[in-house]
C-alpha cells in the first residue's frame, strides 16, 4: 500500500542517507525490514561487532586508535567479504 504513495516510493532509506556522508555505499535496502533485504545487513553488524570486540584494548586507546579499529572492522576485503555475506543472506 505505502509503496503506492510516489513520495514514500522514491524516498531514500536513513541508511541511504547516511552511508554516502559516512564514506559508504549503500546499494539498497527495504524500509523498516534489513531482515528481508537480502543482503545480510543484520550480520554484517555482527561479524563487525565480533571482529572489533577481539581486537586488543590497547589498539582502541586514542580516539584516532577507536577510528581506525572501526574502520578495520567494517573492511570489505576482510571483514565483510562478499562470500561471508553470501552464506547468510
Same mark, same amino acid.
Given at each position: 500500500?505505502?509503496?503506492?504513495?510516489?513520495?514514500?516510493?522514491?524516498?531514500?532509506?536513513?541508511?541511504?542517507?547516511?552511508?554516502?556522508? %559516512?564514506?559508504?555505499?549503500?546499494? =539498497? /535496502?527495504?524500509?523498516?525490514?534489513? +531482515?528481508?533485504?537480502? *543482503?545480510?545487513?543484520?550480520?554484517?553488524?555482527?561479524?563487525?561487532?565480533?571482529?572489533?570486540?577481539? %581486537?586488543?584494548?590497547?589498539?582502541? =586507546? /586514542?580516539?584516532?586508535?577507536?577510528? +581506525?579499529?572501526?574502520? *578495520?572492522?567494517?573492511?570489505?576485503?576482510?571483514?565483510?567479504?562478499?562470500?561471508?555475506?553470501?552464506?547468510?543472506?
Amino acid at each position: 500500500m505505502m509503496n503506492s504513495f510516489v513520495d514514500f516510493a522514491k524516498e531514500e532509506t536513513l541508511l541511504q542517507y547516511h552511508g554516502p556522508l %559516512l564514506g559508504v555505499i549503500v546499494d =539498497r /535496502t527495504p524500509k523498516c525490514h534489513p +531482515e528481508i533485504s537480502g *543482503k545480510g545487513i543484520e550480520y554484517d553488524w555482527a561479524a563487525a561487532k565480533f571482529f572489533y570486540r577481539h %581486537l586488543r584494548i590497547q589498539d582502541k =586507546r /586514542t580516539k584516532a586508535q577507536f577510528l +581506525e579499529s572501526v574502520k *578495520k572492522s567494517s573492511d570489505r576485503n576482510t571483514v565483510l567479504t562478499l562470500k561471508r555475506r553470501q552464506l547468510f543472506s
